[in-house]
């Protein structure tokens, strides 16, 4: 890895650990074994590479809570609506203890948005896209194909996926399974009892 990838794995490591009012410059130095000069050369500023690694983490934290339909060897999703969105959801939820300091950061950062014009800009885009990704890499839903019925299922599961995750965060007794969400999603649609 060149400097430019050792600052980005340092950052990433300072946010999870540090957050992200607390990490400085240095912080991102030490964690890389890079130089402040590298920070400037290859990001623009702190503030950039802050950016920079927050948007990775959360993509990573997606790609990690994806389901496998459709890649080699993985066994298929159920036709079943209710079935697909209780695998869906036990697969989020059961990366929820492994996925804390990704939601701890990202509790973090929408505190921040009101007083930083940049990292509300920066992260605009990768939120609307992240919706996207949502809907395809939990439900199987094409942007490409369907549009709309992918940018509609990915704001529902991403509201959805905040909610849950912030109670996952506060009381782990009493957060959702995916049954209890399947169950209720049920009761919504009016099939449950």
Not at 154 to 159: E, P
Request: glycine share 10%; net charge negative.
């Amino acid at each position: 890895m060149g400097h430019k990838e050792d600052l980005l794995e340092g950052a990433k490591r300072c946010l999870l650990e540090k957050g992200y009012g607390r990490t400085t410059a240095r912080d991102i130095v030490a964690a890389s074994g890079t130089n402040l000069a590298s920070i400037g050369y290859h990001y623009g500023s702190k503030d950039a590479l802050l950016q920079q690694a927050f948007l990775t983490l959360t993509e990573e934290w997606g790609e990690r809570v994806s389901l496998p339909d459709g890649e080699e060897g993985a066994a298929p999703l159920p036709a079943d609506p209710y079935e697909r969105f209780r695998a869906v959801w036990a697969q989020l939820i059961g990366a929820a203890e492994a996925s804390r300091p990704v939601w701890k950061l990202q509790t973090e950062v929408v505190t921040r948005l009101d007083d930083d014009e940049k990292l509300r800009e920066a992260i605009k885009e990768p939120q609307r896209e992240g919706r996207l990704g949502i809907a395809e890499g939990m439900l199987g839903i094409d942007s490409t194909v369907e549009p709309e019925k992918a940018r509609v299922a990915g704001l529902l599961l991403q509201a959805l996926a905040t909610g849950v995750m912030i109670q996952w965060m506060v009381d782990p007794d009493t957060a959702p399974s995916a049954d209890d969400l399947t169950e209720g999603l049920k009761v919504l649609m009016g099939e449950g009892s």
